[in-house]
């Protein structure tokens, strides 16, 4: 674990890291793992319209809305980007991440490549990785094995992660999701890297340079 002091009490705001994938490609599991090993970085609970799966919950998987609630959302301008994904609508509050990134958290966006293009033209910086499953023929696969979606949703996904993939070069970093373990660690090295950029480490760098100017003159 890190024992550098939270980011908040350095008074600098977090980095906002944007992950995009095809379904299928793993993301949320990766991303699970990761704010896991990394401390001082979460990621970000989504707005949806879609019902909640077996299993998830309201409030830690998504916050779950309806249609006409996020309708209204959209219109009051509370959200940082939004998208429909699959004939649902799936946002990212505006107010939360600001929140959070005013606090010195390094929040994770899992968002899918209309939501990143929105967060960039926004002006707002961000890093974007992009998760790229090994190949087509395994991204069906994982499809086919995970669902019970119709032969024509498996169908549509495929056609959907197409034209998404085509958009991985305007993003900062790609993942390959070959091999879990050895993904989130690559996942890892890229926020520990960006971290240590001169633009993120200038208030601690000037901390440290303002100790030998002290010394200078005493
Ligand atoms: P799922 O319904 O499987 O949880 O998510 C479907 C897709 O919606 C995924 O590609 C996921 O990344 C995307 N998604 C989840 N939350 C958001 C969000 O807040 N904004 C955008 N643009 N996409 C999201």
């Not at 970085?41 to 998504?62: F, H, I, K, N, Q």
């Not at 940082?80 to 799936?90: H, I, K, P, Q, T």
């Not at 899992?110 to 499953?133: C, H, N």
């Amino acid at each position: 674990m890190s024992s550098e002091p939270l980011d908040s009490a350095r008074g600098k705001r977090g980095l906002l890291f944007i992950v995009s994938a095809p379904s299928g490609a793993g993301k949320t599991t990766l991303v699970e793992r990761l704010v896991h090993v990394v401390p001082n970085l979460c990621m970000s609970r989504s707005y949806t319209s879609r019902s909640a799966r077996p299993g998830e919950r309201d409030g830690v998987d998504y916050n779950f809305i309806s249609r006409a609630r996020f309708e209204q959302m959209v219109r009051a301008g509370d959200f940082l980007e939004w998208a429909d994904v699959f004939g649902n609508y799936y946002g990212t509050g505006a107010a939360d991440t600001e929140r959070c990134l005013a606090n010195g958290q390094d929040l994770v966006l899992v968002i899918d490549v209309q939501g990143a293009r929105q967060v960039r033209s926004s002006g707002i910086e961000s890093i974007g990785v992009f998760v790229l499953p090994p190949s087509a023929a395994i991204l069906e696969q994982r499809l086919r094995g995970r669902s019970k979606d119709s032969e024509e949703e498996i169908r549509k996904r495929l056609e959907v992660a197409r034209r998404e993939v085509s958009e991985c070069a305007t993003y900062e970093y790609v993942v390959v999701n070959d091999e879990l373990d050895g993904a989130v660690e690559r996942l890892r090295a890229i926020v520990l890297a960006e971290r240590a950029r001169v633009k993120a480490m200038r208030g601690t760098a000037e901390t440290i340079i303002g100790t030998f100017d002290e010394q200078k003159t005493s």
